[in-house]
């Protein structure tokens, strides 16, 4: 978005999309639909088998869904600024497959101890690793990114990231410990002047301090 509109700041994004999910929750759970015109349509919905036309909603056998909608305009749309092509190879991009703090051994990142990362494509032709994205579980539009030079990398290699985050680093206040987090790994293109990067798929860990 900042990209599109940089006169609009990246913190009123955050801070937009934040009451955007609030607002969506508290419309939802009133019952009520949520239409934008020519992009989608999110409405609530009862599931469960009910008995009989009188029959009062029950937690052990009803529940309530989201159901969301893609306005075809857009799909128009977006189909017309989409080129496909065929390619021989899958772009590769880095991949988690473990998180592990040092200390008690357990999935998490730790802001005092080491933490090690597992899984594939962290070292790449052309690329260098720039960091790491953290994101709020309960909350996506918290999003913390703790770059590289604010770890002291004790190994990098293609299927491992062994590091410790600086004492210097301070989190954010949301980032508190035993938070339910994702984490992305994100790789930098090492060319001059470009802004491409790689990063990973969300991992889910926790942060402890």
């Known amino acids: 978005m900042h990209q599109e509109d940089n006169n609009i700041s990246e913190q009123q994004i955050k801070d937009v999309m934040k009451l955007l999910i609030k607002t969506s929750a508290k419309i939802l759970s009133m019952g009520n639909a949520i239409v934008i015109p020519n992009f989608m349509k999110i409405s609530p919905s009862v599931k469960g088998t009910f008995d009989s036309p009188d029959e009062g909603f029950d937690n052990k056998k009803h529940y309530v869904n989201v159901n969301c909608s893609v306005s075809q305009i857009f799909v128009s749309d977006l189909q017309k600024l989409i080129e496909v092509e065929k390619v021989d190879k899958p772009i590769n991009i880095p991949h988690v497959i473990m998180v592990k703090e040092n200390k008690t051994k357990e999935n998490a990142i730790h802001k005092r101890y080491s933490t090690q990362i597992l899984g594939d494509n962290f070292v790449m032709s052309g690329y260098q690793f720039d960091g790491i994205e953290i994101t709020s579980k309960s909350d996506m539009s918290q999003v913390e990114f703790i770059q590289a030079d604010n770890l002291d990398i004790i190994g990098l290699k293609p299927k ?8 210097d ?11 339910e987090v994702y984490i992305k790994v994100r790789l930098v293109s090492t060319k001059e002047g470009s802004e491409l990067y790689r990063e990973s798929d969300f991992f889910e860990t926790k942060w402890l301090s």
């Open 160 to 167: 491992e990231i062994l590091f410790v985050i600086d004492r």
């Open 169 to 179: 680093y301070q989190n954010p206040p949301w980032l508190v410990t035993n938070i």
